[in-house]
């Protein structure tokens, strides 16, 4: 009887709308674009080269990988809220051994920010596809981009800034923020999320739900765009600051380079508009070819390395573009009895593309001992390939049918 005098909002959770999970979206933008740039510096200080540095993220990304494919098992007997709390707390226990900038310390604070990573990332999927329609998640994930803009504009350049002030001071900002982004997920009440009772019985281990995944070519081929795209990133965010030290540039290029591409979120509404009147694959082809090829002229004008930069730079705009649309193909193709254990598949991109990178980093640069620039024209010839197979995506796919005028979520 007592509830019958609570405001209504209190009563009842609010439906969570776009807005929300862009906000949340952003707040975590900020403690990663806090790190982003600052991290790799740590590393590589902490281990001293590139070679190091490359051994240390591929363990972690293995750390990750594991975890993440994990976090649907573990939320059969831990509430997702409390899953996603952990991941929350799992960035402020990183942060706290990244400080200590010692050799056995940094390595350990890359996998618990990884492990952090993706069991937020495979919880706020999760909610997304529980309480965003399909013909909605474009806009969600411009929305979220948008919200994400300022944070990853402003972030790597702070954190950057920040370390050579004081090395302890872009992860104690990271922390505060960690901290909003748990307060505000609490605030918001989502709760559990969506129960939706299946007609076989739930996966009992990974492997299980994997089983689905393979069969289904379409979450296969999203999967590999999101890979590609990701490690495209790692070579941006991780290798372009060590090809800067070791060129002579400075150790604070990398970090302006990746707040100037990140600005370019501002703009994922109108990237967004141009796939929905192009078609997402149109868009997809568009963004992975012109990436290739970017990367490709960095390696060749190497020796040139403000030449090489910008070239980086040109590549980090089709990144932008396949940040909106790269993860449609998936989305759009997940059944609804699937969300949480297929979040934790697609997740996992960030992972293997962190153990992908770096081992073949280390492949290129300490067998064959070959410049760091070399491994740019690798990531090239690998966007080129997902060109070619973004060319097997349903033509409409994402483009407005002209009798329902809802997106085509494709064949």
Not at 272 to 297: E, N, P
Request: proline share 7%; net charge positive; with cysteine.
């Amino acid at each position: 009887m007592a509830t019958r005098y609570l405001p209504l909002f209190l009563r009842h959770s609010p439906t969570p709308k776009v807005q929300n999970f862009a906000l949340l979206a952003g707040i975590e933008a900020s403690v990663r674009g806090t790190l982003i740039s600052a991290m790799p510096l740590v590393v590589y200080d902490a281990l001293g080269s590139a070679e190091a540095t490359s051994s240390a993220y591929f363990w972690a990304g293995i750390v990750a990988l594991v975890w993440g494919l994990m976090v649907p098992w573990f939320t059969r007997h831990l509430p997702r809220r409390w899953m996603y709390t952990s991941g929350c707390l799992l960035y402020l226990v990183g942060m706290t051994l990244a400080v200590t900038g010692t050799v056995v310390t940094v390595p350990l604070a890359l996998m618990c920010l990884a492990a952090a990573t993706a069991t937020t990332f495979v919880c706020f999927n999760a909610y997304v596809l529980d309480y965003i329609d399909r013909t909605d998640l474009g806009r969600s994930q411009s929305t979220q981009m948008v919200y994400s803009a300022a944070p990853w504009a402003i972030g790597p350049m702070l954190g950057v800034t920040l370390h050579d002030w004081w090395a302890p001071a872009p992860f104690l900002l990271a922390g505060t923020f960690a901290l909003c982004l748990l307060a505000v997920f609490w605030i918001l009440r989502l709760g559990n999320g969506k129960q939706i009772a299946r007609a076989k019985g739930p996966a009992l281990n990974p492997l299980a739900y994997l089983g689905r995944f393979f069969r289904q070519p379409r979450l296969i081929a999203g999967w590999m765009f999101a890979v590609m795209r990701s490690c495209g990133w790692w070579v941006y965010v991780v290798y372009l600051p060590i090809f800067c030290i070791e060129s002579g540039l400075g150790d604070k290029v990398g970090g302006v380079a990746l707040s100037i591409s990140n600005a370019l979120l501002f703009i994922s509404p109108l990237m967004l508009r141009y796939a929905r009147r192009r078609s997402v694959r149109r868009a997809v082809r568009t963004a992975f070819g012109l990436c290739g090829l970017c990367f490709i002229a960095s390696a060749v004008f190497s020796p040139l390395p403000w030449v090489a930069v910008v070239a980086m730079m040109g590549a980090s705009v089709f990144l932008v573009l396949l940040d909106v649309v790269g993860g449609l193909p998936f989305l759009m193709a997940v059944k609804p009895s699937e969300r949480t254990e297929m979040s934790a598949v697609y997740s996992s991109f960030r992972d293997v593309s962190g153990i992908l990178t770096p081992a073949s980093a280390w492949i290129v640069l300490v067998p064959f001992g070959a410049p760091l620039a070399a491994f740019f024209a690798v990531t090239g010839a690998g966007m080129i390939g997902a060109f070619a197979i973004a060319g097997r995506l349903h033509p409409r796919l994402g483009t407005l049918r002209p009798s329902h005028g809802r997106p085509v979520p494709g064949e």
